[in-house]
C-alpha cells in the first residue's frame, strides 16, 4: 500500500530547505537544497509513523510505501519563526488541539525516558545564568 502526502517547502536565500507535511503535526526534514530535503521526507515519514506506532497509533502502517508530492514553497527568512502556508491559517476545531496536546505528551514521554538515568549534575547544568537546564525545561 502506498500512502500519499502533501509537502510544504521552505528555503532561505542559500538554499537550504525544511520539507513539512502538515497533516503529520511536526513531521520534517532539511536539506542544503530542496531536492535534498524532499528526497529525505519518505523516510522521516516512515519514522514519524513508526514513532506513533510505538505510542499506541497507525497499527500496522509505519512500512507503507510513501509518495509525496510538493503542493507550496515559501521563503524562509533568518530570524523568521517559520513559513506559514495557507493550510495553518484556518482555524483548528477542539479535537485537533486534544490531538495535538497527545501528541506533547508523547513527546514528554520520550524525553523524561531519555534523560532518566542522567546524573543529577547534568541534568541541572547551566551554561550560565540566562540558559535553562535540562530539569529546568522537562519540569522534573
Not at 521526507?41 to 516512515?46: A, G, Y
Not at 500496522?60 to 521563503?75: K, M, R
Not at 502556508?85 to 477542539?94: D, G, L, Q, T, V
Not at 495535538?100 to 547534568?122: G, H, K, M, Q, W
Request: negative net charge.
Amino acid at each position: 500500500m502506498t500512502s500519499s502526502y502533501q509537502a510544504y517547502i521552505e528555503s532561505d536565500s542559500e538554499g537550504n530547505s525544511m520539507a513539512h507535511v502538515l497533516s503529520l503535526h511536526g513531521c520534517f526534514s532539511q536539506g542544503t537544497d530542496r531536492h535534498n530535503a524532499i528526497t529525505a521526507l519518505p523516510k522521516v515519514i516512515r519514522c514519524y509513523k513508526a514513532w506513533l506506532q510505538c505510542h499506541g497509533r497507525l497499527a500496522g502502517l509505519a512500512q507503507d510505501a510513501v509518495e509525496v508530492a510538493v503542493v507550496d514553497v515559501g521563503p524562509f527568512a533568518p530570524g523568521d519563526a517559520a513559513a506559514l502556508f495557507r493550510p495553518e491559517e484556518e482555524p483548528i476545531i477542539a479535537d485537533e488541539m486534544e490531538y495535538r496536546f497527545l501528541l506533547i505528551t508523547y513527546n514528554c514521554t520520550d524525553l523524561l525516558e531519555l534523560v532518566a538515568d542522567l546524573p543529577e549534575s547534568t541534568l541541572d547544568f547551566e551554561v550560565d545564568s540566562d540558559s535553562f537546564t535540562i530539569r529546568g525545561v522537562l519540569g522534573t
